[in-house]
Structures are given as structure tokens and as C-alpha cells.
């Protein structure tokens, strides 16, 4: 049976120590939020980020776009937060409505504001191995975090990421082959063949596909490390990318969801959002 990666109380006890980091430094970090607020998901995901920033010290300010928002809007409203003072992050939830290109206003935030990690400019650096003071994005950081707290060391593993978005797989799978893991980056266009051969003899798969039970048990290696960066809802429950019943057999370590990268996630991106504040105030 497998240990599980208890994202949930990792990331209570990396906000706690954040709590205490915050308040020892004096500082007064600042994360403007800019969203769909018609997205629920959005809204739900914007609410919790709110809520743990609060408790830890970091105040808030929230930016909803209307509906017909064009993408010229929303880099002014960038442009407009990138040279306010007192707003130290930025985040842009994603998604924002249809007509808005989503990298686009990610690429237009100030890099050492870029909290989310998600602009080219950020991306560049973590692809060059080279990510510095510069956020990496807090999906999959926070797994890195995780596998570094469960002693896992991806250093000689074989490596397979499923799922190739800007959020999640492309920076999931630099971060792996930067701690020299030997990395598998599969999508949509894999055929499925190709993708069962990769995941047979896989040390470390971490899916994110959005397909529920996408991958299941008797797919993976004994005693791999499973990641699951999905969050579906199936029957009104939380259920993530991997057929936990069947996986958990097999795995030697296995996240749950809920539960599992999720919080981490959050505890990520308030940990990004502190050290942007400290970095700004080192360089000023
Ligand atoms: N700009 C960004 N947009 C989006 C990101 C992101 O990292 N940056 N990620 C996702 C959603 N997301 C954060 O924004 C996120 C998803 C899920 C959770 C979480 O803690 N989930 C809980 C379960 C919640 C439930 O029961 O519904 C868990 O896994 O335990 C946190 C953050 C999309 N957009």
C-alpha cells in the first residue's frame, strides 16, 4: 500500500511557518487578484487563495473583469498594478473570458510581481535552469516541494508528465529534468500506446489532464510515485486524473484528491508572493 503525499497538512505547516516569516519582516506584501468572476471555478479557487493569504499575513485585492473584457483591457489594468508601489504580486486567474489572451497578460506582468510564475519572462529562466528570485509556477513547485519533503529525489528517475499546459506540465517537466530526472512530457497528441509504454517502467508520473481515472493501477510500475494534478467532479466528489483505488496499490507514494497538490498550490503561491515583497525591498 502506498504512503500518501499529505498535501493538505504540508502545506498547513508551510503556511504557518510563512504566518511567522511575514510578521517577523515587517513587511506588508500585497497580492492583486485579477478574474472572471462568472468562472466558478475561479471564484472558488480566488476565495481560498483570499482566505490563506489573510491568515498568513498578506493582504489581498481583488480585480473582476467584466465578460466582454478584451485582452487591451486587462494589460492596461496590468500595466496600472505593475507600477502601483503597494501591490507586490499579481495573480491572473486563469481562465479569463474567451476574447482575452490569457499568456498574453501573463507575459505583460512585471517579472519580480509575477507571483504566478506564469509569464515568458519567468519561464525562460526556469527553462534555463536559472530561476533566481524569479517565481516558477506554484502547480508544480508545490510538487517539487512535496517530493523534497517525502525525500523523494527525481536526480536518475525516469520522469513521465501527462499534460502539456503553460500552468502545469511544460514548467512541471523543466523542474524535473533541472533536478535531472529523465523526463517524458506527454498531451493530447501522444498516442495512447506510446503513453502506456512510457508509464510502464516510469519512476515518477505526474498527470494533469483534467480526465477523471484517466490513468489507472495496473498502467504504472510497482512502487512508482504518483502525482495527480487533476481536480474533476464526478458524482458531486473531488476526483482527480488517477484511479486512486487501483493506483494505490501499486504505488510506493501516491497523492490524494482532494488533499494532495491542491493545497500545496496555494501554500506555493502565498511562499512566491512573500519572497517577491522580500526581493523588492532587497533590490530598492
Ligand atoms: N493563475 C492561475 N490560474 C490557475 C491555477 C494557478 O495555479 N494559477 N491553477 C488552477 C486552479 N487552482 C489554483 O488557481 C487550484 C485548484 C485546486 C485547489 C485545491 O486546493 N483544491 C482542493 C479541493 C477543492 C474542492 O474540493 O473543490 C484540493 O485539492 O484539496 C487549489 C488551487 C486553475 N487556474
Do not use: C, W
Not at 95 to 112: H, K, T, W, Y
Not at 230 to 245: L, P, Q, R, W
Request: proline share 5%; glycine share 8%.
Amino acid at each position: 500500500m502506498a504512503t500518501i503525499l499529505d498535501g493538505k497538512a504540508l502545506s498547513k505547516d508551510l503556511k504557518i511557518a510563512l504566518a511567522d516569516k511575514v510578521r517577523e519582516s515587517g513587511l506588508s506584501p500585497k497580492l492583486a487578484v485579477v478574474f472572471d468572476p462568472k468562472n466558478d471555478g475561479s471564484r472558488l479557487y480566488v476565495g481560498m487563495k483570499q482566505r490563506a493569504a489573510a491568515k498568513v499575513g498578506i493582504a489581498t485585492e481583488d480585480i473582476a473583469v467584466a465578460d466582454d473584457v478584451t485582452t487591451e483591457a486587462v494589460l492596461k489594468i496590468v500595466a496600472d498594478l505593475n507600477a502601483d508601489p503597494s501591490v507586490t504580486g499579481i495573480l491572473v486567474q486563469a481562465p479569463l473570458p474567451e476574447a482575452v489572451n490569457d499568456q498574453q497578460v501573463f507575459s505583460a506582468i512585471a517579472p519580480e510581481k509575477d507571483v504566478d510564475g506564469l509569464g515568458a519572462f519567468n519561464q525562460g529562466m526556469l527553462f534555463g535552469d536559472q530561476p533566481g528570485e524569479y517565481a516558477v509556477a506554484a502547480t508544480p513547485q508545490g510538487v517539487m516541494t512535496m517530493l523534497k519533503h517525502y525525500d523523494i529525489d527525481p536526480y536518475g528517475k525516469k520522469a513521465v508528465v501527462v499534460g502539456r499546459s503553460q500552468l502545469f506540465g511544460r514548467p512541471m517537466a523543466a523542474l524535473l529534468n533541472n533536478a535531472n530526472a529523465t523526463v517524458t512530457l506527454a498531451h493530447r497528441y501522444t498516442p495512447r500506446e506510446m503513453l502506456l509504454d512510457s508509464l510502464k517502467d516510469a519512476d515518477i508520473v505526474v498527470v494533469g489532464v483534467g480526465i477523471a481515472n484517466f490513468i489507472t493501477g495496473d498502467q504504472i510500475k510497482d512502487g512508482a510515485v504518483l502525482v495527480d494534478v487533476g481536480m474533476n467532479v464526478v458524482d458531486g466528489k473531488a476526483t482527480g486524473d488517477i484511479e486512486f483505488a487501483s493506483a494505490e496499490k501499486k504505488a510506493s507514494f501516491i497523492t490524494p484528491v482532494p488533499g494532495g497538490v491542491g493545497p500545496m498550490t496555494i501554500a506555493t503561491l502565498l511562499e512566491n508572493t512573500f519572497a517577491a515583497a522580500l526581493n523588492q525591498e532587497k533590490n530598492q
